[in-house]
Nanobody, 122 residues
Framework: QVQLVESGGGLVQAGGSLRLSCAAS????????MGWFRQAPGKEREFVAA????????YYTDSVKGRFTISRDNAKNTVYLQMNRLKPEDTAVYYC???????????????WGQGTQVTVSS
C-alpha cells in the first residue's frame, strides 16, 4: 500500500520560509516523478512544482519561480519543497503527488498525500 505523508506546514509571516516534506512508503521515490500542488479555499487545486525521476529536471509554476525549490533525498525516500519569501497568496493546503499519468504539471497523478496547511500572514 502506497502512502505519501506531508509535513512541515504551519503559520508564517510574509517574507518567511517553510520547508515541506513528503515521505513515501510502499513506493521508491527515486524512480518516480513527483509533484507538489496546492489548493486555496474556494479555488481549484493547482500545480506548484515537479521533479522528474529520470533527469531530476524541475518544473515550477510562474508565481513561485525563484522562491520555491523542489528536491529529493533518495536515501530518505522523501521529496521536499523549500519555500522562501512567502506571500499571503501562497496560503493553501499543499499536497504531494507521485506518478503522473501524463504531464507532470497536470493533476492526473496516481498517488496523493493528505495535504498540509500553509498559512502566510501579512
Amino acid at each position: 500500500q502506497v502512502q505519501l505523508v506531508e509535513s512541515g506546514g504551519g503559520l508564517v509571516q510574509a517574507g518567511g520560509s517553510l520547508r515541506l516534506s513528503c515521505a513515501a512508503s510502499g513506493l521508491i521515490l527515486s524512480s518516480r516523478t513527483m509533484g507538489w500542488f496546492r489548493q486555496a479555499p474556494g479555488k481549484e487545486r493547482e500545480f506548484v512544482a515537479a521533479i522528474r525521476w529520470s533527469s531530476s529536471r524541475t518544473y515550477y509554476t510562474d508565481s513561485v519561480k525563484g522562491r520555491f525549490t523542489i528536491s529529493r533525498d533518495n536515501a530518505k525516500n522523501t521529496v521536499y519543497l523549500q519555500m522562501n519569501r512567502l506571500k499571503p497568496e501562497d496560503t493553501a493546503v499543499y499536497y504531494c503527488a507521485a506518478v503522473p499519468r501524463m504531464n507532470p504539471q497536470d493533476k492526473d497523478y496516481v498517488y496523493w498525500g493528505q495535504g498540509t496547511q500553509v498559512t502566510v500572514s501579512s
